[in-house]
């Protein structure tokens, strides 16, 4: 157990539509970043937010876009699905905004239909 | 950007010993991390070495890094039907970590 969870567990969304992910990160860290890992393949960074401001991003489109609250927990919104969007989504908490040891929620699957 | 490549596969005994081996070609990773996954969860993190070492102990696994190479490898001793899951490697390329597809440990009892 990190201490990092993620809501909702699985989703199922319809092509076009959007869709909001969560995660409270574990006690103490102020840097949240996030992943999507479709079936079969390694975790690939979206992006990382480090005190509520976006600190580096991946090869993802602005559709997909976060924020990060003041009490650290994060959100991943994704605009326009589409069914390539179809992954494990995870977040990962750390202290600081170099990747020192980032834990791992469990992951919110997500399916485009 | 970096490219991580690890073998898809790797099929042990239980009790010998795993080797499950990552190349990497980004020099400038002055760290690299060992994530295990089980199926359905998320990703634990194992063990990292700095880019400054060539070996990490920890218990039963063992780190070597060759940056001559982009070479990182990660040694289960006594390898138990627990550790059965896929390994990620994941050098750190500026404050990002770029994984690897994984290698998927299966452990014969």
């Known amino acids: 157990e990190t201490g990092v969870t993620q809501s909702p567990t699985h989703l199922i969304k319809t092509r076009g539509q959007q869709v909001t992910l969560r995660c409270s990160s574990q006690?103490?860290?102020?840097?949240v970043s996030w992943y999507q890992q479709a079936l079969g393949q390694g975790p690939q960074f979206i992006f990382q937010?480090?005190?509520?401001?976006?600190?580096g991003r991946g090869n993802f489109p602005p559709r997909f876009s976060g924020l990060q609250f003041p009490n650290y927990s994060s959100e991943l919104n994704v605009n326009a699905l589409e069914l390539d969007d179809s992954a494990l989504y995870l977040c990962?908490?750390?202290?600081?905004?170099?990747?020192?040891?980032?834990?791992f929620g469990p992951g919110t699957r997500l399916t485009v239909t | 950007g970096e490219d991580v490549e690890q073998s898809l596969f790797l099929s042990v005994r239980e009790g010998d010993s795993s080797v499950i081996n990552c190349t990497y070609t980004d020099s400038s990773s002055t760290y690299l991390y060992w994530y295990k996954q089980e199926p359905g969860a998320g990703l634990q993190l194992l063990t990292y070495?700095?880019?400054?070492?060539d070996m990490k102990q920890d218990q039963r696994l063992t780190v070597l890094l060759n940056k001559k190479d982009k070479h990182l490898s990660l040694r289960i001793a006594d390898t138990q039907t627990g550790d059965s899951a896929i390994y990620f490697c994941a050098p750190v390329g500026g404050n990002m970590l770029t994984f690897g597809g994984g290698t998927r440990l299966m452990v014969k009892p």
């Open positions: 006690s103490g860290h102020n840097t």
């Open positions: 070495i700095f880019s400054n070492m």
């Open positions: 990962a908490s750390s202290l600081g905004s170099f990747p020192f040891e980032q834990y």
């Open positions: 937010y480090y005190r509520e401001e976006e600190n």
